[in-house]
């Protein structure tokens, strides 16, 4: 049987997992974001940060309940037009901005192929960043920033298919995932 690929198997997931696996690549995402707005001032990053972190509390503690109407409305607020900004910064913020807004869908029940979204964004992040900050590559793949994405989200998959409790130690440890080589996806030093 060939292997699967990273948006098949993601596919498959059909419970907490796929939610789990989306938040761990926005918390990879978000000092992106966050970096964008401290640049322009554009919004308070602390506010998507707090729905970030509700989220997280959703999946270690599946009985919280989520104002999906409070969210919506920030994240509304918190999602930068680029036809404003004219630094780069601005297509990951709102590669962020999207994702969030495919995992509350996720997570609300509204589309159960939001983890795929986060998927795809999280890796068309990279490589637009790898294009605009190199050119255009021969085979994007093959850069280690891609590598690195395409291993990372590999290794959270499996992480995920093993029989885990989830709880909030499980929160604990796929934070850790997320923030233990200390860079965001697209390689910015997380503060």
């Known amino acids: 049987m060939a292997k699967l690929t990273i ?30 707005c401290e640049l322009t001032e554009f919004y308070d990053p602390a506010l998507m940060r707090n729905t970030l972190n509700t989220l997280w509390e959703w999946v270690g503690t599946p009985r919280t309940k989520i104002n999906y109407e409070s969210q919506r409305l920030k994240l509304d607020e918190g999602t930068p037009d680029i036809s404003q900004f004219d630094n780069y910064g601005v297509y990951p913020a709102l ?38 900050s ?17 291993e990372f989200q590999s290794e959270l998959i499996s992480f995920l298919q093993g029989n885990i409790k989830r709880d909030k130690e499980l929160v604990k440890q796929l934070k850790n995932m997320a923030t233990a080589e200390g860079i ?3 390689g910015l030093e997380i503060a």
């Not at 021969?138 to 994405?149: N, R, T, V």
Request: glycine share 4%.
């Open 184 to 186: 965001s996806n697209i």
């Open 7 to 36: 948006f098949q198997q993601v596919r498959e997931f059909n419970d907490w997992r796929a939610s789990a696996f989306a938040l761990t690549l926005l918390e990879r995402m978000y000092p992106n974001y966050h970096l964008f």
């Open 134 to 150: 190199e050119g255009e590559q021969e085979d994007i793949k093959q850069h280690p920033l891609m590598a690195w994405e395409i």
């Open 95 to 132: 590669d962020f901005a999207v994702s969030l807004d495919s995992v509350l869908n996720l997570i609300s029940g509204e589309d159960a192929q939001g983890a795929v979204v986060v998927s795809k964004v999280s890796q068309g992040c990279v490589e637009a960043y790898i294009e605009a």
